[in-house]
């Protein structure tokens, strides 16, 4: 949301001088100037000064940078006085101020000193080739700009248009286990955005088909967000769009995964009997695509039975699961990659996690843990993200080795 103040009322308005400051006529100016006479109190206040720029000018070159830096003018002038934490803003307020005064937010919100005098930032352009500083901001927005441009002002949606938002969500996809939420997520609501809004036009068959199955893994994706979050009902709200979507695309594999994830959801939501459900549901389709999600349903479904206290239904569904690697074909789910294709570390997760809950089986999931934490110990391969996020549910007894063993790899 842009950093707008609000009243009772509604939206602040920008307002005349601020109390104690005099306007530039005997009839005082509404738009105040950047270039104040009293001493800075910030190392932004004083670059904004030296900008020679008025509060609202600067208000709207936010917003001509991004829309969402959107940002009033009062309410940058209180960001400047150091009236309000910057790190409060808007990721894209910050990043828009790191782009337009090249400098970071810690030192934007340092309180000014008169022996700093740092020259205030010239208004040419100088790329660094190598580094990730402002101009990569600045030019980041303007692929994202352009991008959405050549998405959604074509009449139709070309196979190049296609192939770009392909590779967005299997960006997003890989990008999902290795970094955190609060990264992706923006990426992923404006995708999701954009692909809805494609889905609304008239498409061709085929470029129908593709868009749904797009659809259906971003929402997918949101739908995992959302568990991360604690909110499994928004969690299956998304799910359940994403089954559609992939109902409309005919897609088998996209059913199977998706069915593995609401079987996730209901699992740590503690509804075990839905969970098998979910996971029974999606072996057909499984079936059918061939892909490692033949191997998550049955895992998924172990350990639901084994929580229902099943315990014969639970082992069964873990060998299963282990079987079922010598049949796998990597589909065009596994070749997305990343959170959209399960691996053999979680396998043994999932096992030990199903035999924690059963009577008698301390030395089975003690076994099945250890070899999970091996697994994941090579921080080298892909899958050792997923280990930092699952780690401190790894199921073993209290007190025992495993436990020990899965503390000290805690990140």
Known sequence: ??????????????????????????SGRRRRMARERREPRTMLEYLIQQSDRTYEELADEFSRMDSRAAISARHLGRLARGERDLASSTPATRRALQAMFSKSIDELQRPWASHQMTPAPERHLVVDPTGTGPERNL????????????????????????????????????????????HVLPDLVETQDTLFTL????????QSRDLHFLAGITSGLLAKVSHDMADP?????????????????????????LR???????????RYAEAVRYAEAGREYATQAGGTS??????????????????????????????????????EMD??????????PRTLYYASDALAWLPGEATATERYALRAAQAYA??????????????????CPRGSATERRRDALAP
């Not at 609304?200 to 068959?205: D, I």
Request: some cysteine; glycine content about 6%; charged content about 20%.
């Open 260 to 270: 593995g994830l609401q079987s996730l959801v209901a699992y740590w939501a503690g």
């Open 335 to 344: 070749e997305m990659g990343g959170i959209c294709t399960f691996n053999q």
């Open 1 to 26: 949301m842009a950093d707008i103040e609000r009243t009772p009322r509604g939206p602040a308005l920008p307002q005349g001088p601020h109390p104690g400051e005099r306007g530039d006529s005997p």
């Open 294 to 331: 033949a191997v998550w349903l049955p895992a998924s479904a172990a350990r639901a039975y084994a929580a229902l206290g099943n315990a014969e239904q639970a082992k069964a569904a873990i060998t299963e699961a282990e079987d079922a690697w010598s049949r796998v074909r990597p589909d």
């Open 233 to 257: 009902h928004s969690a299956m709200l998304q799910a359940r769009t994403a089954v559609l979507c992939a109902e409309q695309a005919g897609h088998p594999g996209l059913q199977a995964w």
């Open 139 to 182: 030019l980041a927005m303007a692929a994202q700009r352009a991008r959405q441009y050549a998405m959604l002002a074509a009449e139709s949606t070309s196979p190049a248009a296609i192939e770009q938002l392909a590779e967005d969500v299997q960006r997003l996809a890989l990008a999902y286990p290795q970094r955190p939420v609060s």
């Open 199 to 206: 889905l609304e036009r008239r498409q061709a068959p085929n």
């Open 378 to 395: 090579d921080p080298n391969d892909p899958a050792w993200a997923s280990r930092q996020r699952s780690h401190a549910n790894w199921p």
